[in-house]
């Protein structure tokens, strides 16, 4: 028997995920990373501080791409801030086009890594270490050196509307809840219900999911 995952299905009953998830908004920056000759930057938007002493910014990043080789093997990066009107770079950066650095002016920061020059201000890092987090993989980085570049307003998450693409990822969610990988089909969920002790609630949830997503 297969147990469903909870925190999928939870997700799934949220209505306009996808649009609250950008309520938790903080900037958009452009990530540049290094290992020796090679170079590459790439757009995000899950960065924040998370220590005053020693001065420590996490950064979600998906370990599939490209940039995460570069970033496990040099380790280092810098975390460029855009400004209001970069909307256009926060794009390019977070296409998979080849030689996305071409074109731009780049600085090189304390630890080698790439700084983007128009960016309003930047952070030179090196990765302390990482952690699991989902689909994605947390670079926990300590600030090195840092300063203010050019004047302006950041850009914030949730003035891009889906650059991301995060609607598309919820939807795939939802049609996980839909199929039979995600619980085992209604059977599966019915078992699990009862393994927790609640088997009373069973029925009452699945007429629920059965008419929220057709089950």
Not at 135 to 153: F, Q, S, T, W
Request: net charge negative; aromatic share 8%.
């Amino acid at each position: 028997m297969k147990l469903i995952h909870l925190h999928i299905l939870v997700t799934c009953m949220i209505e306009n995920i996808d649009s609250l998830f950008k309520q938790i908004s903080l900037g958009v920056y452009v990530i540049g990373v290094s290992d020796g000759e090679r170079h590459n930057a790439f757009t995000a938007a899950c960065v924040m501080q998370v220590s005053f002493n020693p001065p420590l910014l996490a950064i979600s990043i998906n370990p599939e791409h490209y940039s995460y080789q570069l970033l496990k093997a040099g380790g280092i990066c810098t975390v460029n801030v855009l400004s209001l009107d970069q909307s256009a770079i926060a794009e390019h950066f977070g296409s998979s086009a080849k030689d996305k650095m071409a074109g731009f002016q780049w600085q090189k920061g304390t630890t080698g890594a790439p700084i983007l020059s128009e960016s309003l201000a930047y952070f030179d890092c090196q990765v302390s270490h990482y952690t699991d987090a989902g689909d994605h993989k947390i670079a926990v980085c300590k600030v090195i050196a840092a300063a203010r570049l050019n004047e302006g307003c950041p850009l914030l998450y949730n003035q891009t509307g889906d650059m991301d693409g995060s609607s598309e990822l919820y939807k795939n969610l939802v049609d996980q809840i839909r199929g039979e990988g995600c619980c085992g089909g209604m059977t599966g969920l019915k078992d699990f219900f009862y393994v927790i002790g609640a088997a009373d609630l069973a029925e009452t949830v699945l007429v629920v999911l059965a008419n929220e997503f057709a089950l």
